[in-house]
């Protein structure tokens, strides 16, 4: 079986001749449909700079992406912008919502990109605020709501365009411990249930405890990748 997003010998430095910084020295990393994946390590570790370039925010020095067998590198500026806008959803740590937007047209704003129509916008919006148990909130502006909710309507916003895979970037930094929870196991449940692929960036093992597999790194290259693949 073909992997959903595979890397293959993939680099990155930054800054030229004395100055230059390996952040990713030739790894190799393949995840598979319905995987639920955390990444771990130090700061420093080359953990963002992978996820930076799986998102295509970034671009490898050297080596291969690719996504459903498509070489990422051989796409232009365009074509990586269409695909982060229909196959990839992002979760980060400090929601990035708009505070005086409400739930549910924050949720309309990606699908506003999509060219979908006013009607369209909102039956999708509500029921994704729904599976998020969000829909009686749909009203409330990001500012009106918990740090949690606030999260749940980030996970929200990128489920609302069904995309391939999402990608959480230290989803729970900014919530307490049962506040995290909820968003772990709300995480694992669109997982388990949808089949949905997660890719999650964490330095704490509790956190990382919900995904079915760990990848840490350490000086730019994968230490260790345990757990269960498909």
């Not at 909710?149 to 609302?160: H, P």
Request: charge should be neutral.
């Amino acid at each position: 079986m073909s992997a959903l997003i595979e890397l293959r010998s993939v680099t990155k430095i930054y800054g030229k001749g004395e100055a230059a910084v390996t952040a990713l020295g030739g790894i190799d990393l393949a995840i598979h449909d319905g995987e639920f994946v955390a990444v771990m390590g130090p700061s420093g570790s080359g953990k963002s700079t992978c996820m930076n370039i799986l998102g295509c925010l970034d671009a490898p020095t050297s080596g291969h992406y690719y996504f459903r067998g498509a070489d990422v590198g051989a796409m232009g500026r365009d074509e990586r912008a269409l695909l982060r806008r229909y196959y990839i959803g992002f979760v980060f740590q400090g929601f990035n919502l708009l505070k005086r937007t409400t739930a549910l047209e924050n949720l309309e704003l990606p699908l506003i990109y999509r060219g979908l129509p006013r009607s369209e916008r909102r039956k999708l919006g509500m029921e994704t605020l729904q599976q998020v148990g969000l829909a009686d909130r749909w009203h409330h502006t990001a500012a009106e709501l918990s740090g949690g909710q606030q999260q749940r309507v980030a996970i929200a916003r990128a489920l609302v365009t069904n995309p391939s895979v999402i990608f959480a970037d230290e989803p729970t930094g900014n919530l307490d411990t049962a506040k995290s929870h909820e968003i772990m196991q709300l995480l694992r449940l669109l997982n388990a249930e949808r089949g949905l692929t997660i890719v999650l960036v964490t330095h704490e093992e509790d956190v990382a405890s919900y995904a079915q597999r760990r990848v840490r790194f350490r000086d730019g290259l994968i230490e260790n990748d345990s757990g269960t693949r498909q």
